[in-house]
């Protein structure tokens, strides 16, 4: 193993891994509130999938030693644990060592992550505003009914395309499923609170992917 590589590189930061780990957990509990024990369950899987990420983008690059040590000299770059090296889709195209490349990857992504919270938020504004007393119809919930979850995925699905490894490629499905079950068992409970306003609105509105026009505009 390129020990001495690994001394060079931005790994072995186990302080701004927990950090991270520590600050998208808090942002998650802060909009997405654990109750029953299957929505602790999804939220587990959420941290733990956090914790994987950056793990090996701060930590330890487990998925680049094992590929590195598989495929030997038949990797596709010369320095493996340079941190530049850590996005394997960059790796994988060829495109490693692209400046350009890296500003496009970064900026896909860090949008992305940045409208997982910005969805997040603005769902966990008008359903804590209600306190489950009506039926939230409006603003983010116009565009779509689990925003939540919506901005969840993104968040998710954003550091999966920016640094993806061996565990989170396992861990992403694994989540996405958590969360899928976890609203299709709250909209039961739904259904039965409000009827047919509810059959209604769900007619109309998609379950994760956001609208991008509102009815009637």
């Not at 509130?33 to 330890?60: C, D, H, N, Q």
């Not at 997040?120 to 779509?144: D, P, S």
């Not at 694994?174 to 047919?196: C, H, N, P, S, W």
């Amino acid at each position: 193993m390129h020990g001495e590589d690994l001394g060079n590189y931005a790994y072995g930061m186990w302080t701004v891994a927990a950090f991270n780990v520590i600050l998208f957990s808090f942002f998650a509990l802060s909009f997405i509130k654990p109750k029953t024990t299957v929505e602790w369950r999804s939220m587990g899987a959420f941290v733990a999938f956090i914790a994987a990420l950056f793990t090996e983008m701060y930590g330890f690059p487990l998925t680049i030693y094992l590929l590195s040590s598989w495929l030997g000299k038949s990797y596709p770059v010369l320095n493996p644990f340079s941190h530049s090296h850590g996005h394997l889709w960059l790796v994988l195209l060829g495109l490693a060592d692209s400046s350009t490349a890296m500003t496009v990857l970064h900026a896909v992504t860090n949008v992305m992550i940045f409208c997982g919270l910005y969805v997040m938020q603005n769902g966990w504004v008008l359903i804590h505003a209600a306190k489950g007393n009506h039926l939230v119809t409006e603003g983010m919930y116009a565009r779509v009914r689990h925003p939540q979850y919506s901005g969840l995925f993104l968040i998710t699905s954003g550091f999966l395309i920016q640094w993806p490894s061996l565990l989170t490629l396992v861990m992403w499905p694994i989540l996405t499923f958590a969360y899928y079950r976890l609203a299709m068992r709250e909209e039961k409970d739904v259904e039965r609170q409000f009827g047919q306003a509810w059959r209604d609105y769900k007619a109309r509105v998609p379950a994760f992917i956001l609208k991008i026009v509102k009815e009637g505009v």
